[in-house]
């Protein structure tokens, strides 16, 4: 507004100069009608004169107030240009509003988070800053139910996370949300992945993991089959058993469940332990999107009663065992695009046809024969706990108790040559006590 003033003053000394012209012409107008009242033809003239300087004075105000309304308007776009970019800059520097390009791959995503806003942690030996993770290489590990997760390294010789980038959540309030993440995180057991921290917007809910650096089981048991692999030995499924069986256990017995136990959320870390991950994240999703995708959704109950309880756990911890001991991809936990197969009935047909050993995994039936009694033992285990009735189901508990009496077997795990190669065991070599058949399921 500082050129307004000058403007404006040009224009009124241009305004004056000519009133006074006018005035001028008024004044030599008035003597010659009185000096010569007698000539008509003077009077018109003085008359066409003063029109002419009354048009002229008119046309000029017009030019002048065209000239000064669109200066004015040119200046007031300057002038609110000049402040709404203030006010963005006032903006940024309150909000410290950030976006953050994540490569994944050959292509990108944006996440957009405040920087002001730091992550909440639930562990302060891990503790580190918003500005940290953004300045973090990114790589993506996946799709899950809910949301993507990225693999992201600190700098400076930082920890490795897991970020899992949340969607399709049910309409919580922020209090809601962190009241559902601390009650999770404050479950604390050697068998489950914690949670290290969060972060909480309007735009994004992110959660933060320790990295599992040896991957999941379901990668363990089909990555590489066919050509040449790490064979994955009985004793190591067998400590999946045990492992995954504790962490429900615990869960139940704190009144949780875990909501969507399948192969994929359970991982290794450096040193092969074992750790189930994404637990009591159930609470948070959609309705709609749990049904379609969770795999507690899918167990018999909910076909018939449209109702999911801790033994619906109990179930897919079952179809988790049967998995362990064929190697192949259960239909309820299949990835997108992989065929599945119905392992519940395919199982119980296998026993009824008594050509039960024919359902273990080869990797492991073919290199350690004096493996298949602790594997009978626990397809057993697997039998009962996918019951289709829940209530005929044993608890954890009872599952923990069972799976711990299975002994690994102290001999090298070698193909031996010298051992039965009868592959018609059947149910008489154990006592299965499912009380249901694969025609009856």
Not at 340 to 352: E, I, M, Q, S, T
Not at 399 to 417: C, F, M, N, T, Y
């Amino acid at each position: 507004m500082g050129h307004l003033p000058s403007f404006v003053l040009q224009h009124s000394i241009t305004f004056s100069i000519l009133a006074i012209l006018s005035t001028l012409a008024l004044a030599q107008q008035g003597p010659a009608t009185n000096e010569v009242q007698n000539k008509p033809s003077d009077k018109n003239n003085h008359s066409i004169i003063f029109l002419i300087f009354n048009v002229v004075l008119l046309l000029a105000l017009i030019v002048l107030l065209m000239l000064y309304c669109n200066t004015s308007r040119k200046l007031n776009k300057i002038v609110k240009g000049q402040i709404s970019r203030a006010n963005e800059n006032s903006e940024k520097d309150v909000e410290s509003s950030v976006e953050k390009k994540i490569e994944i791959g050959e292509g990108t995503r944006m996440m957009t988070v405040e920087e002001r806003k730091e992550l909440i942690f639930f562990d302060k030996k891990h503790k580190f800053q918003m500005s940290e993770l953004l300045r973090a290489s990114a790589e993506a590990l996946g799709q899950g139910i809910v949301g993507n997760s990225y693999k992201a390294k600190l700098n400076n010789d930082g920890p490795t996370v897991v970020v899992k980038r949340l969607r399709d959540l049910k309409p919580l309030t922020k209090e809601e949300f962190e009241k559902i993440l601390h009650h999770i995180a404050s479950l604390k057991h050697s068998n489950l992945l914690p949670f290290l921290a969060y972060y909480y917007s309007k735009e994004e809910k992110l959660l933060l993991y320790r990295y599992a650096q040896n991957g999941n089981l379901y990668y363990r048991l089909q990555d590489g089959r066919g050509g040449n692999r790490d064979r994955f030995s009985w004793a190591s499924r067998l400590s999946v058993a045990r492992g995954v069986a504790r962490a429900l256990e615990y869960l139940h017995l704190n009144s949780m469940s875990h909501g969507n136990l399948k192969c994929s959320n359970v991982v290794f870390d450096e040193n092969d332990n074992v750790f189930v991950s994404d637990f009591g994240l159930a609470s948070l999703i959609a309705q709609p999107i749990a049904a379609q995708h969770m795999v507690v959704y899918k167990s018999p109950e909910y076909g018939y009663a449209r109702r999911v309880t801790i033994q619906s756990d109990v179930w897919s911890y079952g179809s988790l065992l049967i998995e362990l001991l064929t190697g192949k991809v259960s239909i309820c936990s299949a990835p997108s695009g992989t065929n599945g197969v119905d392992l519940c009935n395919w199982v119980h047909r296998a026993v009824r046809e008594e050509w039960t050993a024919e359902i273990f995994d080869k990797e492991i039936s073919d290199h350690n024969k004096t493996a298949l009694p602790g594997m009978l033992r626990l397809l057993q285990i697997a039998m009962r706990c996918i019951e289709r009735f829940p209530e005929k189901r044993p608890d954890m508990r009872e599952v923990v108790q069972e799976v711990e009496k299975i002994q690994a077997p102290l001999v090298s795990e070698k193909v031996d040559d010298d051992a039965s190669g009868d592959r018609s065991l059947t149910d008489d070599s154990i006592s299965f006590s499912s009380g249901m058949t694969g025609d009856e399921r």
